[in-house]
């Protein structure tokens, strides 16, 4: 063979390819065949080669050799009239010298464990056969440094990095300086969560670690064992010996793309689940990985040839990470081939032996002609009918069930508190928070050395001072039952430190405080604890997640033609409801985003649905790290209650005002206190009669409770009780203790402001400590429950025109999203699609579903609702169905507990673009997680997506499936709603999570791939109705269902309607808003990066400092990232840009 031939692929600059692997059906070829094939090189060239065979040989690891891909692709690629596979026997490469290797005309060898590299790249030099995948380069391939260094070289965006040598010989590679939520790399800061990678590339121990505030600890991955490919481990410290890459994580959203080539213009790409999610690997009823097809972009293809040219390696493996609209280069893998893809076989087997005769057949006067390349065939997937397919839905959350909030309050002036303030920021803004464990730390630190202090003085001010810090000093020294045992003394998800400037002081609160006031600035530090996520909340909001899953189109039916009950029942990812779902987050048909507040409890509610809606396994922790992004950005989510607008301060001084009249309720504090006429209001008034007398029982009631609680902590049988989340009765006897000081003041008169805190701490005892058995707690619960009814609600306005305005200030930034959200459903570039060749067995593979998850505290879900019901979104005199919907949110008395409202767009791609009819909105709404003697009194609702009276009457029998296997939408969902006497809750006669748990009792014989939970006049007499959760068990109460609102909107109505709702929001709310606008409008690049240190929130006010400090700063814009650093994980560094994805 002429020099020309084997080195001619890499020096004309475009790689040409070649490949042999062994046939499935074929016998392995002696070196008798071989001399018959190939001939007696360079003695006899003048010898007739008309019937030479070109030979193909297959140098690698007989593991590798003998795989399924390997076969089925030779076995195709042996079908070509001239060219024979020869596979290199593993004793022979192992043991043989090169000399006595078989010959061939081509060569595919590449490295794996226990291959002998060098003796290949010296065959290759013996016999300059032509390379499939150049040797050489296998070399750089095994060490991570060299890939880093050529992808750079060649202009491929990656992962920002650094490398840390620990050689003896070169110290100035190796400088760590590790901190508590950062590592320092040769001077390159990495802030978590950061990935931690080996430089071999033979060490898949790779790990990623994850910040103090989404619980800490790293995901250690690994090369797949069984059904796993990560574990989490509770370690936060960086690996001390040995050689490793550091560089930033790319939230994904929980898939990876791998990527093969073959040759610089095929390409194939797989999504699959990424490992570093949960760690379980997803696997099909033959043992396989899940993987599904996806379409790579225009961008993503010249990455592709890019990386297969600047390693020559024909037939290459590397992979994707899809993060905030850009696509990154993680790892080169070197040979690889797709496994399971019969599509992926005859492709590959046709390029590589295309190749091989397009250099070959001309030296061995093969007759051969070039074919002409294929196009993609330009499948365009389309709807027929009067289809309307999902494309959209949005749902406000609250979250799950959580433990008691408690708060303490003090004004602090010492010096030490004003360093500390100026030391993290605070002047920029005049406001901080303090959740970092360091940051508590140093507030302990502070407490103890003025307590130590202070022991020799002695007057009352003092005292009363130490008091405070005594419950601070208690509070920051308290042992938390989540994760502290494991990270440290603190987790900030779990407590924090507010501080807050005061120019004058603190005002004095009433006229009986005493007269004494000291001038001058001070600080107002706030300490919260509790409030965290409790083991039942993290249930609640799996569950619904699971549930949610089956709102989405396809897999409704896999179950029931498994015969299975359960998820667990089917195995895996598939069979089972809402697999539909599944399919369309894998296949990149699914663009979904989920966002929660900065609350601990709020982002773990968030991580723990994604578990249940993905069918995520393992910790929250590398969930919430990966799916949940902070949404802290110009108050989207998150709201300060401590700096209340004007509207709602006057409204809890109206509230605060009737509920002090010790007199029965008069028919003016009626129309005072409730001049909406909600019933739940008026039922609550017609409970407590008497405000002050009501107080006086309630605060009877809560003495009673902790006298019992003390007479159970002296009595010895009680010594080692322990409560439910590992509280204990010393713990509850000082929030309850708390209570009853703090709810009745001084002057005589009550805090309105508690019973809230009342209610909370009732609640969760009476829910999850029962077993104490205490007396009373019934009667306590009912009576603050009665003023809780009215309390919480009528703090977010009294009146429509309050309620409205106090809505507008809590949430105008989140309806401006959700408008944005709606409008850019239909436009669909920056989608990722599912390639339609690969689109056998996924239902209707041009189906792109937007999803947008917020998950927010009780203010924002009052607030959205408000909007809603007092925005003029429709007449209720004019449209029978909103009436409906008004009278069932008017008896609705608390929004409990992941309460959901939920937006849901569908489109009919037969209307004209312009047409109303195109896109139709639907409302829907859940109060939440059932309390305690709800059933009876709970409201009832209309069921979800009531069906049209045009299909009314075609219903098939009740509890029928049938329609559910149809890939087709709902249809005649715009005619108008059929009046329903009761609702139609989940139906649960199985295994939670279940497909007959998630069945309906009656369906329309028309599609209904989306109607999962519909309304109907009769119920199957055999079913038990009852809503999300686990029924029967005691710590997990049940959920309502959703129920419609109204289920014939169109997007033209919601739009003007929100826009309508922006316009007449106040000056000072639409400020806020023009930054989140400027954000969200551009539409130059699917992701926009915001740099979080400069979205300004409001104008700076000038703050007087102690006179030791310089006069005020006059730096940059107050940022809306806290001293702890940015809210979310996801955020790589306070400092530095984000992508913030609509």
Known sequence: MSQSSGQGMYNSGLPRFLVGNEGGESRQLDDKDMRNISGSYGEDEEEDQSERQIVVGICSMMKKSKSKPMTEIMERLCKFEYITVVIFPEEVILHEPVEKWPLCDCLISFHSKGFPLDKAVGYAKLRNP??????????????????????????????????????????????????????????EVFHKPFVEKPVSAEDHNVYIYYPTSAGGGSQRLFRKIGSRSSVYSPESTVRKTGSYIYEEFMPTDGTDVKVYTVGPDYAHAEARKSPALDGKVERDSEGKEIRYPVMLTAMEKLVARKVCLAFKQTVCGFDLLRANGHSFVCDVNGFSFVKNSMKYYDDCAKVLGNMVMRELAPQFHIPWSIPMEAEDIPIVPTTSGTMMELRCVIAVIRHGDRTPKQKMKMEVRNALFFDLFEKYGGYKTGKLKLKKPKQLQEVLDIARQLLAELVLHNDCEIEEKKSKLEQLKTVLEMESSLNDNQYGH???????????????????????????????????????????????????????????????????????????????????????????????????????????????????????????????????????????????????????????????????????????????????????????????????????????????????????????????????????????????????????????????????????????????????????????????????????????????????????????????????????????????????????????????????PGRHVRTRLYF??????????????????????????????MDYLSAVTELNYMTQIVIMLYEDNNKDPSSEERFHVELHFSPGVKGCKDEDNAPMGFGFRPASSENHEKQTNPGSLEDLSQDEPDRAVLTEPINIQRKSPLIRNRKAGSMEALSESNTSSRGLAYRIFPSSSRQSPEIKPSGLGFEGCSLVPSIYPLETLHNSLSLKQVDEFLTALCKNGSESQFKRLKSLSAMFESHSQPSIDVDSQETPVSTPIQLNQPASKPVWYTGSPSSTVSSAGPSSPSVAEPSSNFGFNE
């Open 856 to 885: 927010t505290s009780e203010s924002h879900v009052h607030s959205l609702l408000s909007i809603f019901r007092y925005g003029g979104l429709l007449d209720e005199q004019k449209d029978e169905q909103w009436k409906q919907a």
């Open 490 to 844: 603190f987790s900030g998800i779990n407590r924090k430190v507010q501080l807050t400037y005061l120019p004058n002081g603190q005002p004095k609160a009433s006229s009986e405080e005493e007269d004494y006031q000291k001038e001058g600035p001070s600080l107002l530090l706030v300490l919260k604890w509790g409030g965290e996520l409790t083991p039942a909340g993290r249930v609640q909001a799996e569950e619904l997640g699971r549930a949610f899953r089956c709102m989405y189109p396809g897999g409704q039916d896999s179950c029931r033609s498994l015969g299975c009950e359960s998820p667990i029942d089917c195995g895996d990812y598939a069979g089972f409801p809402g697999c539909g779902l599944l399919r369309l987050h894998s296949t990149y048909r699914h663009d979904l985003k989920i966002y929660a507040s900065d609350e601990g409890r709020v982002q773990m509610t968030a991580a723990a649905f994604a578990k249940g809606l993905l069918a995520l396994e393992g910790e929250l922790t590398p969930i919430l790290v990966q799916m949940v992004k902070s949404a802290n950005m110009n108050g989207l989510l998150d709201s300060d209650s401590d700096s209340l607008i004007d509207c709602q301060q006057r409204v809890k001084a109206r509230l605060h005002e009737i509920m002090q009249k010790n007199k029965d309720f008069s028919e003016e504090d009626y129309n005072k206190l409730a001049p909406t006429g909600s019933p739940s209001l008026v039922n609550s008034m017609r409970v407590i009669v008497n405000p002050v007398r009501t107080c006086d029982q309630v605060h009877t009631l809560i003495k009673s409770l902790t006298c019992q609680i003390c007479r159970r902590l002296e009595d010895p049988k009680s010594a080692d009780l322990q409560l439910y989340h590992s509280e204990t009765l010393e713990l509850m006897l000082q929030r309850w203790s708390k209570l009853e000081r703090d709810f009745r003041m001084k002057n005589g008169r009550y805090d309105i402001s508690k019973i809230p805190d009342i209610y909370d701490c009732v609640k969760y005892d009476t829910q999850h400590n029962s077993s104490l058995s205490l007396e009373d707690t019934l009667e306590l619960f009912r009576l603050s429950r009665a003023l809780a009814d009215i309390i919480i609600p009528q703090e977010y306005g009294i009146t429509k025109a309050e309620k409205l305005d106090i809505a507008s200030a809590y949430c105008l930034p989140l309806v401006k999203k959700i408008q944005l959200d709606l409008q850019r459903t239909h436009e669909d570039e920056a989608v990722n699609k599912l390639h339609p060749l690969y689109s056998r067995g996924v239902m209707s």
């Open 130 to 187: 032509v390379l499939i995948n150049d040797l050489n380069m296998q070399y750089y391939i095994q060490d991570r440094r060299e890939v880093y260094r050529i992808l750079q070289e060649e202009g491929i965006d990656l992962p920002r990095y650094a490398v840390l040598n620990r050689d003896p010989d070169r110290p100035e590679e190796c400088n760590l300086v590790e901190g508590e939520d950062h590592v320092e790399v040769n001077g």
